[in-house]
């Protein structure tokens, strides 16, 4: 018999975590033409108005107010590709943050023995376009290489817009396939692996479900 546990992560997104002998997670987002975040400032850590960096009081303060642990990895890295003179304080504050946020917040579910889920998060990118985003923290090591799908059912009038493909094969729903890069043969344990996966969509509700 298989177990469901129920549960909600930011942006009242409700996930159900089904264990089961292949196991999953059904997360229940519905893809749309909207955003799940916002657009990340492509200069968080400058000033809007002369562009400058800002104070450092400031931008700990900024990261401080951040919850998103995607966020969080999204303003280091700007911050450290940036051609300004790097403050490692900045740095530092935001592993911090991070830190305690992993800490802090459970994960939402553990699609394998080997990894829990964090954090889930997908984005609209262009028409037809969107990114979907996974955090997770390695709690042993894989034996093997494996894939992770993005499976979204559709309701019945909007079985025609899913592939020809999966259509043909009486599916009723499309799956878009990541495979991690680097592989999860090379994941250590007690590590926070990021991944994100593009892939195309129409402008229909998707449940999506994950399978590692």
Request: proline share 8%; charged share 30%.
């Given at each position: 018999?298989s177990?469901?546990?129920?549960f909600?992560v ?5 996930i ?5 002998l292949?196991?999953?997670l ?6 749309s033409?909207g ?8 200069a968080w ?6 562009g ?5 009081d ?9 919850d ?11 911050y450290?590709i940036?051609?300004?003179?790097m403050?490692?304080r900045?740095?530092e504050?935001?592993?911090r943050r991070?830190?305690r ?7 939402l579910?553990?699609?394998?023995p080997?990894?829990d889920l964090?954090?889930?998060d ?5 028409p037809?376009r969107y990114?979907a985003?996974?955090l997770f ?6 034996s093997?290489d494996l894939?992770i799908?993005?499976?979204?059912s ?5 079985l025609?817009?899913?592939s020809k ?7 009723e729903s499309?799956v878009?396939?990541?495979r991690?890069?680097?592989?999860t ?5 007690g590590?926070v692996r ?14 999506l479900m994950?399978?590692?």
């Amino acid at each position: 018999m298989s177990k469901t546990i129920h549960f909600s992560v930011l942006k009242k997104v409700n996930i159900s975590l089904v264990r089961s002998l292949c196991p999953f997670l059904v997360l229940g987002v519905l893809v749309s033409p909207g955003c799940s975040r916002e657009p990340e400032d492509p200069a968080w850590f400058r000033s809007s108005e002369t562009g400058k960096i800002l104070p450092i009081d400031e931008l700990k303060a900024e990261i401080e107010r951040t919850d998103s642990l995607f966020d969080l990895f999204e303003m280091k890295r700007q911050y450290v590709i940036s051609q300004g003179r790097m403050e490692p304080r900045v740095i530092e504050t935001i592993d911090r943050r991070r830190d305690r946020i992993l800490t802090e917040r459970p994960p939402l579910g553990s699609p394998c023995p080997e990894v829990d889920l964090v954090a889930f998060d997908y984005r609209y990118i262009e028409p037809g376009r969107y990114r979907a985003d996974y955090l997770f923290r390695v709690n042993r090591s894989f034996s093997a290489d494996l894939e992770i799908s993005l499976q979204g059912s559709v309701a019945p009038e909007h079985l025609d817009l899913i592939s020809k493909t999966r259509r043909e094969e009486g599916k009723e729903s499309e799956v878009w396939v990541l495979r991690p890069d680097p592989p999860t043969s090379t994941w250590g344990e007690g590590e926070v692996r990021l991944l994100s996966h593009g892939f195309s969509a129409r402008a229909i509700p998707y449940n999506l479900m994950m399978l590692f």
